[in-house]
């Protein structure tokens, strides 16, 4: 972690830990996040060459906008992320 960051992240009083890389077992969300995108977002670009990165970030955040508002998720009992922290806080979910 840089410097800066570990700086504020040590002042907001929360402790880093670091853990071993490709260890789904320590690491299970983040490493079902990038083989979703490997899966799922990188195969819609197989084949297309994006050398623009405005162009990329903005495939990028379309793709995380239907992933979190409109893509159903079986862990989440077929809802959306987005449905589901609706839920957990409190909100009405409605059509999204």
Known sequence: MRDRSRRHV???GVRHVYIKPRR???NGKVERS???DGEEFYRLLRGVVIDDTKLFNDKLQE???FYNYQ???AGLNG???YER???KVG???SGV
Request: charged share 35%; aromatic share 8%; net charge positive.
């Open 79 to 81: 809802r959306t992320p």
């Open 91 to 93: 909100l009405a979910v």
């Open 63 to 65: 793709w995380e906008d």
């Open 10 to 12: 040590l002042d907001a």
């Open 34 to 36: 990038h083989r979703i």
């Open 85 to 87: 922290f609706r839920q």
């Open 24 to 26: 789904p077992r320590l």
């Open 71 to 73: 893509r159903p998720h």
